[in-house]
């Protein structure tokens, strides 16, 4: 009778493979994420774009004088109006970015057909969407960065305050912000189109949260509702660390907030990712375009 | 470890079905019922379901080549994707190398090399080295381990020329090697191939079928969905024909075409084809299963029939298809062929 030697797999399972896996997917997504040129220009102009919208508004109501920025400033507590604007206005393109790219990432996934080839490997699944942040946190601190430089070159905006205070805010932020994507990005495979949510996010991140406004003009009812939103803490906190020199101490009231409401969507992002990942293979939603 | 590379037993899959193509018409009573429009208004209504695997029973040997020969929407794909752990079975069970495919879905994944129909599923902006370096690391292959075995599978799949160029610049054949690289590269006991020439010319087609029986010759199992007979014909060991999600016969190749030796098979090429003709035709007592398709190339239809008698029946045969300006082109009976046991068993055409 003839025998056959049944081949050895060379995958060898354990922690240092997965790591190693979740170190692979990261450099995939940036190696493609390089291969789109017109990173770089969206990474120059959007920066300017969108608060430009905001500074040159506020220009206008100020009057001919000028004399309404004078009020506007007493109102916030603001020292320099455009920098007050900017941080808005970066924390909403911050979250929109988010919610389309790390949102869309398994979709975009699904859609190009390499996400069931992925999902065929032995590797824990959920290492697919968090490799695709890493290259997006060190995008979006380029983009900040480049917002800073920018507005510090054309209009003279300078910092007031640590750049290591800022910088903790900002990483404070990271849970809550993408605990949110990760959430977003399970539904959207399940519903194939989301567009209505992330207009919905946005908008209230808009209303709610203060990009160019304090939150205490709003009605009572609408400051309440902000409470719950952990962009309103970032926007408040990173304020406050680049224009008054808060310390950590002074920051605390933003940051304890801000890592609360990011355990709640970590997790949340987290088990709505398994329930997706169970529901998918029950309905083949992820072969599914 | 178990005797069988892969054992399915009583497979069933149902998806939810879109209106009105469910199995069944939705319980709960008549849409005319007062009662039900009432309970509808908070109650839901079950779902109607769609069977898209009906009860599948396979056991493939270690080492063979099983192929899974049916038509579009037979039940193939659904299959490969419950046993490569993609897709969670309604009912039933199936072991691959030995595990489970819901509880040990992992150790399936570590098993398993799966390539699936279509060229997308790999990244048309890496290039072929930098897609198999990325897809090594998901298969937990070492580093030194991986980069050996990338140049081995770079050379072997004939790409070391262009193994440095984005995958966007390759040809579909290209692609599908590439595929077939990834699905190889942690050299795993079984292999799922769906439809894995699908969309290659004859030439890429050939080359890829000499390298699956090459992959048999080095040990391991290969699992082959087509709805290519001569390529079922040719590769497989033994030959499961599925059709409404249920495999309807299993057997060698040649013990399939046994089934229906005492039959001789009819071919006509005919112009000016009636359907009423062909009514005619199966009125006859010698005839059955027959099928006839247009032939697109040609304009002719190619009328396949199969006979106990093919002498006693032909006279008639030419007289029936003689007239009204229908003519007879070209006339053969040959042996029967695989298309021919699944015209016998299903009464319809593989590629319907």
Known sequence: METTITPRSLGQPGFASDARAFMAVIRREWTIFTRYPSWIIALLIWPLIFPMLYILTARALAGPDGSGLAVFMQTTG???????IIVGTTVWMW????LWDVGFALRNEQMRGTLESNWLSPTWRFSYLLGHTGPQIVSMFMFIAITALEFGLIFGVRLNGSVWMLALMMLAA???IYGLGFAFASLVITLKEANAFVFLVRGLVMIFCGITFPVAILPGWMQSFSKWLPQTYLIHGM?????????????????????????????LGYFTFLWMERRARKTGAIGQY | MSDFAVEARQLIKKFPARPGTGDKPIEGGSASSPKKKRWQFWKKEPKAMFTAVNGVDLQIQRGEIFGLLGPNGAGKSTTIRMLCTLLEPTSGTAHVNGYDIVRQANDVRRSLGTVLAGERSIYWKLTGRENLEYFAALYHIPTAVAKKRVDELIERMELKDRANELVEKYSTGMRQRVAIAKALLARPPILLLDEPTLGLDPQAARRLRELIAELKQEGHTILLTTHYMEEADQLSDRIGIIDTGRIIALDTPEGLKRRINQKEIIRLEVSGWQEYIAENLRAMQEVEN??????????????????????????????????????LVNMNIVKPSLEDVFIHLTGKALRD
């Open chain 1, 78 to 84: 603001a020292t320099d109006y455009i920098g007050y």
């Open chain 1, 95 to 98: 979250q929109n970015i988010v």
């Open chain 1, 174 to 176: 990271i849970p809550s």
């Open chain 1, 239 to 267: 304020r406050a660390a680049a224009f008054s020199n808060a310390s950590v101490t002074e920051l605390l009231p933003d940051l304890i907030p801000l890592l609360g409401f990011g355990t709640f969507w970590l997790v």
């Open chain 2, 290 to 327: 027959l099928v006839a398709r247009r032939q697109a190339e040609t304009d002719l239809w190619e009328v396949n029939m199969q006979a106990s008698n093919s002498r006693a029946v032909l006279p008639r045969l030419v007289e029936s298809i003689s007239q009204n300006g229908t003519r």
